[in-house]
């Protein structure tokens, strides 16, 4: 073989294989989420941070609801503060996820009263109307939560049971018990679904009622 192939034939290879390495490291490889109501994968929760909203309805001794200093903290970290407005409203963003510790505080600085309350990752907690009564925080409505996860146990049969929702973002994760019945909206794409259908490693939007604990009574769950 000429001396001048012999040594162009490696450098060709080694070019190559060099192409070929690239081209495959470059390409996105996709595997296909499926186009049933069943079907697909989950996507977990991101960077989704946590949100704390309520109103103060009333305050005893008796004082203006607006104006109040509403401060969420966890784990003993700096708390994020909120003022409430005319009528009494506040919303704070976290990330809150876990057991975050709500104080009110009013214009001089006095401590109105404090509550500590369960707080799933991705969670969009609205605890409704509030009383604060020398001292006693007490929450007039149910918490109700809007949060995303994967499904990862179903418990349904027809359209009434129960999932495990694992909501998850950079903060960790909780395992989350659905309550599914014949009241709850359960929707893809549009379409209404069975809860039985809705397989495992689904990313779900749940909203409800939290009843206990990580316990959800869940109004509507639509996959993601």
């Known amino acids: ?125 609205d605890i409704g109307d509030i009383s604060l009564n020398s001292g006693t925080v007490s929450l007039q409505d149910q918490t109700q939560v809007t949060f995303d996860g994967d499904v990862t146990v179903n418990n349904c049969t027809g359209n009434s049971g129960s999932l495990e929702v694992e909501a998850q973002n950079d903060q960790g994760k909780t395992p989350v018990i659905v309550q599914i019945s014949a009241s709850t909206d359960l929707i893809d794409k549009g379409d209404t679904i069975t809860c039985e259908d809705i397989f495992l490693g689904r990313n779900v939007q749940v909203q409800g009622d939290i009843a206990s604990g990580n316990t959800v009574d869940a109004s509507r769950v639509e996959i993601n």
Do not use: H, W
């Open 1 to 125: 073989m000429n001396r001048n192939l012999r040594n162009i034939l490696p450098k060709g290879i080694i070019s190559l294989l060099f192409l070929s390495f690239y081209l495959i490291g470059g390409c996105d490889i996709e595997f296909g989420s499926g186009s049933n109501s069943g079907g697909g994968g989950g996507g977990g929760g991101g960077n989704n941070i946590e949100t704390i909203q309520g109103t103060i309805v009333s305050i005893v001794p008796d004082q203006n609801v607006e104006g109040i200093t509403v401060s969420i903290s966890i784990d003993n970290s700096a708390p994020v503060t909120d003022v409430t407005n005319a009528s009494g409203f506040f919303s704070i963003d976290g990330p809150f996820a876990g057991n975050p510790q709500i104080s009110f505080s009013d214009t001089k600085s006095n401590q109105l009263g404090t509550i500590v309350i369960n707080v799933f990752p991705t969670a969009q907690v």
